[in-house]
């Protein structure tokens, strides 16, 4: 039986798991299982139902077998941030709360005028961007509503480690995820343990760091009867960003990258991080990448807004509209010019996100979307603006030209929007692959066990594989 590779990938709304194999140097890629990822509310907070997820992990790796594949290793990818606190049982401490509560409000600048921690600081040392939900301040509010959980945790695990955990018995904490808690040392790649006591946070909770491509394990035996399968757990660059990045087909100098999924994250590969106070200004970070090196890249609100339109007019009428209804919905509107902050934190969680967007377009004195087709295009309008904007400023931070910008994950299919970045951009824009992150994980599967040399050796093999579609731009939007 030819050898085959396991990616479980999960978003923040949707999870798959994905086989991957290698033929005459291509990579094929097989789905094999798929579910939801849902928010819900438990104690007052939004929290991941992580024992679901567990279980929808297993289910699928059951799966696997059934349909007659027998994984030689797995890797688990999720989001960033979130983390979850184990006992010394390993049993967990409190709720998995998740990145979009709002308990982190107001954290940052409590501790500033508290004195304790300084932005600017703390930006050159970990050289990590400002999100309000970043580890380091759920980790504060936690700290603020429930001490005795930090008192009583033997660990901190990031969810994909969590994940692994569960699978074979074995505590670590992955670099590229562990990188986006805000609490990573930028010079070293290791915890800032001048930080962590500054922040009164336990040290002995931090697991080692770990390097994408460790091998962690096997399957434990309860995960052995419950699957009918055995397999090696390899650690990809667990954070779901740091595999899409990987997936970029024949990388060259001039080329930016747009990781484009929920969230929207573009910027560069780099040997080394950026800490400027002129990065600092422009929130850019520096992430973990394969290789320790650094993903140096700007968050944009990305299709959570399209998402949350196209979940809202299911919930109010029953039926969810298709991507491709919305997209042809915002097609006839295209007379329609007003435009959003996309990074607005307003649009993180908002009861209704149509509102919300038709009350900015108000206090901004535009006009205001009174169809769903206007309400798209305004959105389509503000992503191709922030598209534009976040390339130009990345060309002043690192001070080279980009000719060309790839797409990468699921927003690469929607060829409405990439369209519109090339024009915004002035740039050819390739598209594709599509199962981007699920392709970056398996990717350092295929390294670890010899199917490819390295990442350059694997990168090329892309194009081979998968199709890349290409957007010139067209009739340029106002520069």
């Known amino acids: 039986m030819q050898p ?10 949707s999870g798959r798991h994905i086989i991957g194999t290698v033929e005459n140097g291509k990579m094929i890629l097989t789905e094999v299982h798929r579910f939801d990822n849902q928010l819900v509310n438990k104690n007052g907070h939004l929290c991941w139902d992580l024992e679901k997820l567990t279980e929808e992990v297993i289910k699928g790796i059951r799966k696997c077998g059934e349909e007659g594949y027998r994984p030689v290793s797995v890797g688990i990818d999720t989001w960033a941030v979130d983390f979850v606190l184990l006992d010394r049982n390993g049993d967990l401490i409190g709720d998995p709360v998740a990145y979009r509560d709002d308990r982190t409000n107001g954290i940052r600048n409590e501790l500033e005028k508290q004195g304790i921690l300084a932005f600017s600081d703390h930006y050159r040392e970990t050289g990590i961007q400002y999100q309000k939900f970043n580890t380091v301040y759920q980790l504060t509010a936690l700290q603020r509503e429930h001490s005795e959980q930090l008192e009583n945790a033997d660990a901190l695990l990031m969810i994909p480690d969590y ?5 074979t018995g074995v505590m670590s904490s992955e670099y590229t995820n562990a990188s986006t808690t805000a609490l990573l ?18 040290r002995s909770i931090f697991q080692k760091v770990s390097m994408p491509g460790t091998v962690l394990g096997s399957f434990t035996k309860e995960i052995r009867n419950l699957t009918g399968l055995d397999a090696t757990v390899i650690l990809p660059a667990t954070h779901d960003t740091g595999s899409a990045f990987l997936a970029v087909p024949a990388l060259d100098e001039n080329a930016a990258i747009l990781s484009s999924g929920t969230w929207s994250l573009m910027g560069v590969e780099n040997g080394s991080p ?3 106070d002129k990065s600092l200004q422009a929130n850019f970070t520096n992430e973990g990448g394969y290789e320790g090196r650094y993903r140096y890249l700007k968050n944009i609100m990305g299709l959570w807004m399209i998402q949350s339109v196209r979940r809202e007019l299911g919930q109010r009428g029953g039926i969810l509209p298709s991507f491709p209804e919305l997209i042809a919905a915002a097609e006839e509107a295209e007379q329609f010019k007003s435009t959003v902050d996309a990074d607005d934190q307003r649009f993180l969680a908002p009861v209704s996100m149509i509102d919300e967007i038709a009350l900015a377009c108000k206090e901004s004195n535009q006009q205001v979307p009174e169809t769903i087709g206007e309400t798209m295009q305004c959105i389509y309008n503000s992503l191709s603006l922030d598209y534009r904007n976040t390339l130009k400023t990345l060309e002043s931070l690192t001070g080279k030209v980009y000719t060309s910008l790839n797409i990468v994950g699921g927003g690469s299919q929607d060829t409405y929007l990439n369209q519109r970045t090339a024009d915004a951009a002035g740039i050819p824009v390739y598209a594709g692959p599509t199962e981007g992150t699920a392709l970056g994980n398996l990717m350092v599967q295929f390294i670890a066990d010899g199917r490819f040399t390295d990442i350059a050796d694997a990168r090329n093999a892309i194009r081979k594989s998968f199709q890349i579609t290409e957007f010139t731009p067209k009739n340029t939007e106002e520069k």
């Open 274 to 276: 950026i800490t400027s």
């Open 4 to 13: 085959c590779y396991l990616a479980v990938d999960i978003g923040a709304s």
């Open 185 to 202: 040392d930028v010079g070293n790649n290791n915890w800032d343990d001048g930080l962590i006591e500054h922040l009164g946070l336990p």
């Open 163 to 167: 994940l692994n955990y569960r699978l």
